[in-house]
């Protein structure tokens, strides 16, 4: 065993002290609002995460050698396990969440961007829906990253750590090192997020909370929820497009902003995976506004184009808004938006799911299935925008979707315990492995997840962490032979 | 193109002949159990496809060009499409099916071994359209073209071509140099157990009419009964007992029969694929039993088990029998079943769906890939029966998941546009695909698949047919590049 634990321990650490610093937020926004309970929560609980964090981070010793691979891996669960922990006090001193596995859902519901809840609608103060979405927002892009961005003075292996946490096949590599990288990764987000949070504040009647909260949620593509009856609650169609095209935007591959900043348009025109997000989230919202027009479940085909748009984009980037009750939708669109979990957006952003990238590399190789049949002695290369993929990244990504499917059916498996319908188990497995956040059936557009009994919602805490570390992160520390590296054999 | 048209029309001219001349069988059950409206139906099927069949036969032009992979996926679909045509006509005529479609849905159903059916009433049925539907199963289950290449020794066609395009599985290994033997073998151990069956199932006081088309079924795992309720119609434990084991026996790889039989029975035994499959069967059956007992929807654990065990066998080996309706059963079962949609038997067996071995492969896919997160520089090989895979294999093993996983997906929306539930749709697509039956929600095992319309039931035939011949040989006739070579 030769774990770098001390460096390990570090930067949990340092985690832990921006979680509480992140409290501070919140913080006055409690005593603003007067909330004296949910207040004195966070007055108890932001010094401690601060002063153990810090503490921790400065008078901790990293370990002599360098990082290794599994090193990266253990340092990330750490690092969740760590901001969720403390994420969940504020929540479970405010007394508003009845149990510490509710908070811990919340808690983690929240970092992992997926935006699902086991309490009823607008149940929440103030203050804490805030701290809600400042976890999405930190959660969205990867704390890590974040860490790395703004603390590069740890010297450790940061390119290692960057493959463990960013989402995606990563593909591509724009920027020189992953410490520019991120930073440019952050500017974008940052931009984004003002932007978008001036536009709700000042185009609609929302309060400066209410947009920001919004936006936080947004951005991070989580979809926290204010309202019961989702966005609809505005009556604003200016409102829904916003939200809208910067869920959107916000799940398309940031390494294209990068270009775009870089006047790298060339690089933008010819990205397959852009163009093939467009094309699903365009087809998709075609066919269930046409659907939905035919069917008069609208009576417009512009209102059926809207809502058709709003929910596509809410699934596709993996965001989980919602826009009145899409269950009473014909089935062939619900089916649509079911197929929408198991693409998600794009790599290198803040959605989840299994990824466009990863979905075209999946056409491409049943494309060259039929090849391979008629002829089959020929040798064939799956390309990638003109370049031939290295077979060990395609055999990585192909066993990564078979394993997002059977890690799917298991997951099901065990939330079908709770013996609701199969529709709902399947949903509820989907939307929290994708990030999405609500599902069908008894979840529905709310998101609610409290049908499910206590155990099972700690479980499914546990089934967005393994979605949103894509899998391989969590399931790693199952096997043997990631503790004891000599034993790394195939039968 | 360069298709061999020519010897698909050969080939076509003799599938003729031996459609007209499986139909004779239930001919003489007509005749024996003095339907004569029906023994009229099949003969009007029967001489003008033999004549039709002869003629081509005698007429049609020779050609000495070797079969390539491209005239192998042509014909055997064709094939499949003529068979289930012909298979559906008979009940047409009679008038117990009305509708074409929904006779060939039947067909579809029956010759790939799915066992979904559109009829409310089976047992309205004369005995020999009941006869026939079980025989096709029966003849589906090991390949019409396997039978024919076993049946006619002079067929002048290379046999590896199409059996690789009917055969379901990766085949991983040849077991007799000559197709011909191998399909013969094959056959011979097919007829075999189904013979036994018959018989064990007779010793349960079952008629000879009800034990050879049960044993039919189950051998061929298609799951056509004669009885509305099904397997359950018996009420004997023994019964069911037998069913269940002939069922695992079908869904077990053919094959290692054949080298079992050579007394080499340690390769049956240790075969990874077959343990594999022995060992989801009884996790499964465990699984459900305990399920069952402890929210008391069965009373004793014995019965929990024999419904359990049952039903298990009956969804993997993709047979679709029930004995009671799962669709009540806790959604933690309904769940185990409904992975078991994707499993499927063993590789050259009857059943169909995934398959244990393309699992097992992906298993080991698993592990090799933590292993390389670990050691980014390492090379790692997959293993089977420690032998190393080709990478080829796994690259179609890979494609055809992912083709599975998308099909079923694609044909799920078509099945929606009918309103039906998600439940209903996915698993009745899962369901056809997959060559099993029975469905969830809607399609549950006391119902049918009238509900869906008829554009549905047509695509979900294709489904059938698709499945039975994996995916890729049928879905390959509707790819550009199939008819444009140089694509």
């Not at chain 1, 760590?82 to 994420?87: D, E, H, L, N, W």
């Not at chain 1, 899409?326 to 290198?348: D, E, K, M, N, R």
């Not at chain 2, 068979?83 to 159903?109: H, Q, W």
């Not at chain 2, 003849?139 to 055969?167: D, K, S, W, Y």
Request: hydrophobic share 50%.
């Amino acid at each position: 065993m030769s774990f770098a634990f001390r460096t390990l321990i570090k930067i949990a650490g340092l985690i832990t002290g921006i979680t509480g610093i992140a409290m501070l937020a919140p913080m006055m926004c409690a005593f603003y609002y007067g909330e004296t309970k949910t207040a004195i929560a966070f007055v108890i609980t932001c010094p401690i995460s601060v002063v153990v964090g810090f503490l921790i981070f400065f008078f901790m010793k990293p370990s002599k050698h360098a990082l290794k691979t599994r090193d990266g891996y253990l340092v990330v669960i750490f690092c969740w396990i760590a901001c969720s922990f403390f994420g969940a006090i504020p929540y479970m001193l405010s007394g508003q969440v009845p149990s510490i596995i509710d908070a811990i859902f919340e808690s983690v519901s929240g970092y992992t961007t997926t935006g699902a809840s086991t309490l009823p609608d607008s149940c929440l103060s103030n203050s804490l829906l805030l701290w809600k979405a400042t976890t999405h927002w930190l959660g969205g892009m990867g704390i890590l990253i974040f860490i790395i961005s703004i603390l590069p003075s740890l010297g450790i292996g940061s390119q290692r750590l960057a493959a463990a946490e960013a989402p995606g096949a990563g593909l591509l590599s724009a920027a020189p090192s992953a410490r520019d990288l991120s930073r440019s990764l952050y500017f974008i987000y940052i931009s984004f997020t003002i932007v978008e949070f001036v536009l709700l504040w000042q185009g609609s009647s929302m309060g400066a909370l209410e947009a920001l909260i919004n936006t936080l949620g947004c951005i991070s593509t989580s979809g926290l929820f204010l309202h019961s009856g989702g966005v609809l609650f505005y009556h604003s169609v200016f409102v829904e497009i916003v939200i809208s095209v910067f869920t959107l935007l916000a799940s398309c591959n940031f390494l294209i902003y990068i270009y775009i900043i870089q006047r790298n348009f060339n690089m933008v025109k010819n990205n397959l995976e852009i163009r093939v997000f467009g094309m699903i989230v365009a087809g998709a919202t075609l066919i269930i506004a046409v659907s939905l027009y035919a069917t008069g479940t609208f009576k417009t085909f512009g209102e059926s184009l809207l809502r058709s748009f709003f929910q596509v984009s809410a699934f596709a980037s993996s965001s989980g808004y919602s826009i009145g009750d899409y269950s009473v939708w014909p089935t062939f669109c619900q089916g649509i938006l079911f197929i929408l979990f198991f693409v998600g957006g794009c790599t290198a952003s803040t959605s989840g799911s299994i990824k466009v990238l990863r979905v075209i590399v999946m056409f491409k190789l049943i494309n060259r299935g039929f090849y391979k049949r008629l002829h089959p002695r020929a040798a064939r290369a799956v390309k990638l925008n003109g370049k031939a993929m290295p077979a060990r990244a395609v055999a990585a990504i192909s066993t990564f979707i078979f394993m997002y499917f059977a890690t799917f059916l298991i997951f099901s498996l065990v939330l079908s315990l709770q013996g609701l319908d199969l529709e709902t188990t399947l949903s509820a497995t989907a939307s929290l492995m994708s990030t999405t956040g609500i599902g069908f059936g008894d979840i529905g557009a709310a998101g609610n997840y409290s049908v499910f009994c206590p155990a099972l919602r700690l479980f499914m805490s546990l089934i967005m962490l393994v979605g949103r570390l894509e899998l391989f992160t969590i399931f790693l520390l199952f096997f043997p032979s990631f503790w004891n590296p000599n034993r790394a054999k195939i039968k | 193109m360069d298709l061999n048209l020519k010897t698909l029309l050969r080939i076509i001219g003799k599938l003729l002949i031996i459609t007209g001349t499986v139909m004779v069988l239930p001919f003489f059950v007509a005749l024996i159990y003095g339907e004569t409206e029906a023994a009229k139906d099949f003969i009007a099927v029967i001489a003008p496809s033999v004549f039709t069949g002869a003629m081509i036969s005698l007429l049609a032009p020779h050609s000495h060009r070797p079969l390539k992979m491209r005239d192998g996926f042509l014909i055997v679909s064709i094939s499949w499409l003529i068979m289930s045509l012909l298979g559906a006509v008979p009940f047409v005529i009679n008038g117990c099916i009305p509708n074409f479609i929904d006779a060939f849905f039947e067909m579809c159903s029956g010759f790939s071994t799915t066992g979904a059916t559109i009829l409310k009433n089976i047992e309205a049925l004369p005995m020999s359209m009941l006869f026939w539907r079980a025989f096709t199963h029966w003849i589906g289950g090991m390949g019409i073209l396997v039978f024919a290449i076993a049946l006619l020794p002079n067929l002048g066609i290379g046999g590896q071509t199409i059996v690789r395009a009917e055969t379901p599985g990766p085949t991983l290994s040849k077991v007799t140099p000559k197709m011909k033997d191998m399909a013969r073998s094959l056959y011979l151990i097919y007829t075999g157990f189904t013979l036994i069956e018959t018989l064990l199932l007779m010793a349960g006081g079952l008629s000879f009419f009800d034990a050879i088309t049960h044993s039919f079924s189950t051998m061929g795992t298609g799951g056509f009964s004669n009885y509305n309720d099904g397997a359950a119609h018996f009420h004997s434990a023994y019964v069911e007992g037998i069913i269940t084991v002939f069922m695992i026996l079908a869904g077990a790889n053919f094959n290692l029969y054949y080298i079992a039989l050579k007394k080499q029975v340690h390769v049956l035994v240790h075969d990874q694929e077959f343990r594999l499959y022995i060992f989801i069967i009884g996790v499964t059956t465990l699984m459900m039993t305990l399920h069952l007992y402890f929210t008391h929807t069965f009373d004793t654990l014995a019965s929990s088990f024999r419904y359990a065990v049952f039903q298990d066998a009956s969804i993997i080996t993709t047979t679709g029998f029930a004995t009671t309706d799962f669709n009540l059963w806790p959604t933690f079962c309904i769940m185990v079943l409904f992975l078991l949609f994707f499993i499927g038997g063993c590789s050259s067996s009857t059943a169909g769906s995934i398959k244990v071995i393309r699992i097992l492969v992906l298993l080991k896919l698993f592990k090799r890939s933590v292993s390389m997160k670990l050691h980014p520089k390492a090379l790692f090989s997959i293993k089977v029966n420690d032998q190393p895979l080709p990478s080829d294999t796994i690259q179609n093993i890979i494609s055809f998941v992912f083709l599975y996983i998308v099909t079923v997906i694609g044909v799920t929306l078509i099945t929606l546009l009918d309103g039906v539930s998600i439940t209903t749709g996915l698993s009745a697509t899962a369901s056809c695909l997959g060559n099993i039956g029975p469905g969830f929600d809607a399609v549950g095992p006391v119902l049918n698949y009238d509900l869906f319309s008829y554009p549905v039931k047509l695509v979900l035939s294709f489904a059938m047919i698709a499945g039975r011949l994996e995916l890729f040989t049928l879905m390959m006739l509707f790819s550009r590049r199939f008819w444009n070579p140089a694509h």
